[in-house]
């Protein structure tokens, strides 16, 4: 009878060990499911923020050139104002002289 006995109780060992597994085996499987949606919001919402940056660093770029293109004008207009004072300060000289 006693080995029936310790028989019956590593069996019963047994079964317990097995769903004690299985039961961990489960709290396992939704801890990382957790995990894995936590991780993949946070990726969203960095995803998002990246896109967030592109939109301004393109704005951003536009407008630069813009500006350049404004910068590149106004030399233009005060090159030609120079020559003209340049002109004008030549024909007041002339004019002194006589």
């Given amino acids: 009878m006693t080995v029936e006995l310790g028989i019956l109780l590593a069996i019963g060992g047994l079964i317990i060990s097995y769903f004690a597994y299985q039961l ?6 939704k801890t990382d499911s ?3 949606a936590e991780v993949k919001a ?4 960095i995803r ?3 896109d967030d940056i592109r939109i301004d660093l393109k704005a951003n770029e ?3 050139a ?3 293109e404004r ?3 106004l030399e233009e207009s005060s090159k030609s104002a120079h020559k003209r004072l340049d002109s004008l300060e030549l024909l007041l000289k002339e004019l002194e002289q006589k």
């Fill in 71 to 73: 910068t590149t004008r």
């Fill in 48 to 50: 998002k923020g990246v």
């Fill in 24 to 29: 961990n085996k489960t709290k396992e499987v």
């Fill in 66 to 68: 813009h500006l350049s």
């Fill in 42 to 45: 946070e990726l969203g919402y």
């Fill in 34 to 36: 957790q995990e894995s």
């Fill in 62 to 64: 536009k407008q630069m």
